[in-house]
């Protein structure tokens, strides 16, 4: 994602199984070790921030895919801290309007992942709109252009996360709203990633990462993000609540009509939990 490449083509072999460090290793070397190379490739995966060595690595073993997936929410902390800053900045220094503002912020968003997110809604739309079988569907997917599903989805997905951070920021919860949108879209990634939800194919970023999370690690995510927000206010508890439920549904949905994720789902699922999030802080 990051380091180049689409939305499900961006990791075309199958995933590799090497180990991370060696047979003489403690345990607890190895697990610090697979959890720092996590962490690089979050940061690689759901950024376009540069690293060095770029994808020296590829494909990382499945273990380390993992805690990537674990690190997404906290990649999503950083997004929404960049986003909050601009928006902050822009409204306390030069009195931009909510608008203004807002627009800026969910551009700070986009360019720090490279639009990959948005591209992967829009495939998504492609294909689930196309109401073709599965593997149809996901040839759809595969192409580089973006038929009328996917552009109107991601026109109406973009303007509904700008009126509504426009609207939340008017109430004065801008800051806080961009923050708990970005770490509930982030979230719905390490969802969509637990054991039980299955590749939609055999090869590509979907097949490297589907399975991977312990369904303890989301729950426990998900309660420390709940119990977060509703300690600053009730309503940031049930937009991150409601982001989430909706993340969920659409990966049913993707799973029922695809038979799996692809790394377009989760980048769909990014921006509608983002989307969601911030339609419920919008609202008084």
């Avoid at 895919?65 to 030069?94: D, E, K, R, S």
């Avoid at 580089?144 to 700008?162: C, E, K, R």
């Amino acid at each position: 994602m990051g380091a180049g490449g689409k939305y499900g083509r961006e990791a075309a072999g199958r995933p590799g199984e090497r180990r991370i460090g060696t047979a003489a290793s403690s345990p607890h070397v190895r697990w610090v070790a697979m959890f720092l190379a996590g962490l690089r490739l979050a940061v690689t995966l759901l950024t376009a921030i540069p690293l060095p060595g770029g994808k020296a690595d590829w494909p990382p073993s499945r273990p380390v895919a993992g805690a990537a997936m674990t690190w997404a929410p906290g990649i999503g902390l950083l997004l929404g801290a960049a986003a909050a800053l601009v928006l902050y900045a822009f409204q306390q220094f030069w009195h931009a309007g909510p608008l203004l503002g807002a627009t800026l912020a969910i551009v700070t968003l986009a360019a720090l992942t490279r639009c990959l997110h948005l591209d992967g809604l829009a495939d998504l739309a492609d294909g689930l709109g196309s109401r073709k079988p599965a593997d149809q569907a996901l040839d759809i997917m595969r192409r580089s252009d973006i038929g009328p599903f996917g552009v109107a989805t991601l026109v109406l997905t973009v303007l509904l996360q700008l009126t509504a951070l426009a609207q939340a920021d008017a109430l004065g919860r801008g800051v806080a709203a961009v923050l708990t949108a970005a770490v509930t879209g982030r979230l719905a990634i390490t969802w969509a990633c637990r054991t039980g939800v299955p590749p939609a194919r055999g090869e590509g970023l979907g097949a490297l990462v589907a399975g991977t999370v312990h369904p303890a690690i989301p729950a426990a995510l998900s309660a420390a993000a709940l119990a977060g927000a509703a300690a600053y206010n009730w309503i940031f508890a049930v937009a991150v609540g409601a982001g989430l439920a909706a993340s969920v549904a659409v990966t049913w949905l993707a799973v029922r009509r695809l038979g799996g994720i692809t790394g377009d789902v989760l980048g769909a699922l990014t921006e509608i939990a983002t989307a969601i999030s911030l339609v419920v802080l919008a609202l008084s």
